[in-house]
């Protein structure tokens, strides 16, 4: 990792921290100050000092199903949990790994007694003060801590990132060299024949879309933002205004290009012969051995495939294959972050925000998983990123002050769910470019029109 890569990356933080230390003063969308509205906050939390005595059961929920497996040849939870129990003997921590993620927890939270601690799933974010306890300010939280505004409404944080990865294309490099690749691909068209190469020459499956898992579709929403228009402020500032998100921009660029890919790809036969019939765990290893040439996941999926088989050097992970006016351009987004029951009370929620914040901050849990650093403080960098030294690293801004459920309301009214459990969409477009019977054109346009019938709804102009 070089030392321009880290200054880009952490330079960026310090944009953001500046963009939301103005737009969040430590008041909510009425003005009204925040800071006394806290039983207890994130930032009062020191592990090792805070109540080293505490004694309480509390309960994780988590998709990290490999992390809970006895074959996972990373850290595992039992491994965390064992090192955490060094500094608090006294606080047990049970982990329960789900499978089908957010459909799971969404039934969990209507119920209530799901535990103390979720990483929270797909929701709108006015939901949030329902479920979870509110931490602190964005001010506050923001000063040591990225992505905190990510995870907040109205002002206050309801999630703590657990970690931080680049938006870009998981690769196999023998795949690849086999196929006669001698250089990493950065246009949509590249990219194409990557793929048709990788199918020509080898026998591998050129891109494994995870159709049947469904939510690792998900990622090819995340490329339409910072990745495909360079512009910081497109999801939550351009993107509920813009008219006609998904025309051709003719720049090579924006969400049409990124969709274009999947779409084509899907209707050339360069994904998996039957895609219904995908496996999301099976994949890793599958990859790892060589079946899988590439997949688009974020940046936290690198040392899990890594692991998966005796190839880990085999593994690589690229920026997404598009150009802002020459240079790439790699979204940093928070993982899926910690949050605290509402009904947790008492010591529990004391022991759960002691565990948050030591995974957080004192773990090595980012590091180890090959994540971008939560901590601001925290410049150590995984090896994963070498390929991106000459990307430029940006966030998507935070939405603004009393619109932060525009987007939610925009992607319920037009049903297109743009990063937010969208997969579906995916599916149907795999599955039109497959059977050839609906143009990648006429998808757009679909799109286009039901964009602009939500805009109309919430009596936004669009331009």
């Not at 509205?37 to 309960?59: N, Q």
């Not at 929270?120 to 003060?129: C, D, G, R, T, V």
């Not at 274009?260 to 019939?277: H, K, P, S």
Request: proline fraction near 4%.
């Amino acid at each position: 990792m070089t030392e321009c890569m880290r200054m880009a990356f952490f330079v960026c933080a310090v944009c953001l921290l500046s963009f939301t230390a103005v737009s969040c003063p430590g008041k909510n969308a009425a003005g009204n100050p925040l800071s006394d509205s806290f039983e207890i906050k994130y930032t009062d939390i020191v592990p090792g000092e805070t109540s080293v005595a505490l004694k309480a059961a509390v309960t994780l929920i988590t998709h990290r199903t490999d992390m809970a497996t006895p074959d996972y040849t990373g850290r595992s939870w039992d491994d965390y949990i064992r090192d955490f129990n060094s500094l608090y003997p006294n606080i047990q921590v049970s982990v329960e790994a789900l499978t089908d993620y957010d459909a799971a927890t969404t039934r969990m939270l209507d119920r209530g007694n799901w535990g103390d601690i979720m990483m929270i799933p797909a929701l709108e974010k006015k939901q949030y003060s329902r479920y979870f306890v509110p931490l602190g300010t964005v001010e506050e939280i923001s000063r040591t801590i990225r992505f905190a505004d990510q995870f907040a409404y109205d002002g206050r944080v309801y999630g703590i990132a657990s970690a931080g990865n680049l938006q870009g294309i998981i690769y196999n490099k023998r795949i690849f060299h086999e196929a006669g690749v001698m250089k990493l691909p950065k246009t949509p068209d590249e990219f194409l024949m990557v793929l048709r190469l990788v199918k020509l020459h080898t026998k591998a499956v050129p891109l494994y879309t995870n159709y049947a898992a469904r939510w690792p579709l998900d990622q090819w929403d995340y490329y339409t933002t910072v990745t495909a228009t360079g512009d910081s402020g497109f999801l939550n500032y351009t993107l509920p205004r813009k008219k006609n998100p998904f025309a051709d921009s003719g720049s090579g660029s924006g969400a049409r290009n990124v969709y274009r890919i999947l779409y084509q790809a899907a209707a050339e036969g360069l994904i998996e012969e039957d895609f219904t019939t995908t496996d999301w765990e099976g994949c890793k290893g599958m990859m790892n051995r060589g079946g899988i040439a590439a997949m688009a996941l974020g940046s936290w999926a690198f040392t899990q495939v890594q692991s998966a088989g005796g190839n880990p050097a085999d593994i690589g992970y690229m920026p997404f294959p598009m150009q802002i006016d020459g240079m790439q351009v790699a979204c940093a987004r928070p993982d899926r972050s910690f949050a605290v029951n509402v009904r947790s009370k008492g010591v529990r929620k004391l022991a759960a925000l002691i565990f948050i914040k030591w995974m957080v901050e004192n773990s090595g849990f980012q590091y180890n998983e090959g994540e971008l650093p939560v901590l601001l403080s925290d410049s150590k960098l995984a090896d994963v990123y070498e390929a991106f030294e000459k990307s430029e690293i940006m966030e998507d801004a935070a939405a603004p002050d009393g619109e932060e459920g525009l987007l939610d309301r925009l992607n319920a009214d037009s049903g297109l769910g743009i990063g937010q459990g969208g997969a579906g969409r995916m599916q149907e477009l795999i599955e039109h470019a497959v059977a050839g019977d609906m143009s990648f054109a006429a998808i757009m346009d679909d799109w286009n029109e039901r964009w602009s019938r939500a805009q109309e709804q919430n009596g936004i102009s669009a331009h």
